[in-house]
C-alpha cells in the first residue's frame, strides 16, 4: 500500500513562489504515475500535474502550464512541485496522487492519495 505525504504549503504573495513535495513509502514505485490535484472550496479536483517514476517525462493542466513544474528524486522517493507566478486563484488545498495509468487527468484514475497541504495566495 502506498502512502503519500505532502509537504511545503504555506501563504505566499501573488507572483511568488513555493515548492511542494510529496514522501511515498514505495521504495521504488516505477509502476506509478505521481500526480498533484488540488482543490479549492466548493470546487471539484483539479489536475495540476503528472510524472512517471521512471522518467521525467511530465504532463500539465492547462490553468498551470508554464508556470509550474513536476519533477521526482528516486533516491528520495519524493515527488515535487515547484510552483511560481502564484495567483490568487491557485490558492487550494494540493493533493499528492499515485495512479497506475499513463495521462490520467481524472482523480478516479488514482489509487492513493495524501492527505493534502494548504497553499494560500493573497493578492
Known amino acids: 500500500q502506498v502512502q503519500l505525504v505532502e509537504s511545503g504549503g504555506g501563504l505566499v504573495q501573488a507572483g511568488g513562489s513555493l515548492r511542494l513535495s510529496c514522501a511515498s513509502s514505495e521504495r521504488t514505485p516505477g509502476t506509478y504515475v505521481m500526480g498533484w490535484f488540488r482543490q479549492a472550496p466548493g470546487e471539484e479536483r483539479e489536475f495540476v500535474a503528472a510524472?512517471?517514476?521512471?522518467?521525467?517525462?511530465?504532463y500539465y493542466g492547462d490553468s498551470v502550464k508554464d508556470r509550474f513544474i513536476i519533477s521526482r528524486d528516486n533516491t528520495k522517493n519524493t515527488v515535487n512541485l515547484q510552483m511560481s507566478g502564484l495567483r490568487p486563484e491557485d490558492t487550494a488545498v494540493y493533493y499528492c496522487?499515485?495512479?497506475?495509468?499513463?495521462?490520467?487527468?481524472?482523480?478516479?484514475?488514482?489509487?492513493?492519495w495524501g492527505q493534502g497541504t494548504q497553499v494560500t495566495v493573497s493578492s
Open positions: 496522487a499515485a495512479s497506475t495509468y499513463w495521462g490520467a487527468k481524472d482523480a478516479r484514475d488514482y489509487d492513493y
Open positions: 510524472v512517471m517514476w521512471s522518467s521525467d517525462v511530465a
